[in-house]
């Protein structure tokens, strides 16, 4: 069973807090950012795609928002992912490698309509 996670983003600017990746949601500035992975629970050597939706408040998408993935281990292992637009629109898609398993701390920057915000996030990669 997938978990939905909705978060207010602009809470999270201000407050230490963090979201199990998967199904998150969240708005601020006026646009609302869905996230998505596949498969729910990476695995280590496997890939896991990304997949976010962004949209103004009248659920209309929007084109031309920059979207990166970061994440690090407590190790300083770190992976980038640009997330760049897909064929519909206001979707952005990347691909992860995990190469190891554990917890990972991911950062999604989402940039937009001169607003940029960060959603703290946890991956925990199974083997």
Known sequence: ?????????????????WSVAGNVSGEVGGLRV???????????GGETIYSVRVSDRAGAPVD?????LRGRMPDGMTVVAPLRPAT???????????TMRGRWDLKLRVTAKGN????????????
């Open 1 to 17: 069973m997938r978990a939905t996670l909705t978060l207010l983003l602009a809470a999270l600017l201000t407050a230490p807090s």
């Open 34 to 44: 869905d996230l998505a992975s596949l498969p729910e629970r990476p695995r280590a």
């Open 64 to 68: 031309g928002a920059k979207v990166t």
């Open 88 to 98: 519909e629109p206001g979707m952005y898609r990347g691909r992860v490698m995990f």
């Open 116 to 127: 940029a915000f960060d959603l703290p996030l946890t991956e925990l990669v199974g083997q």
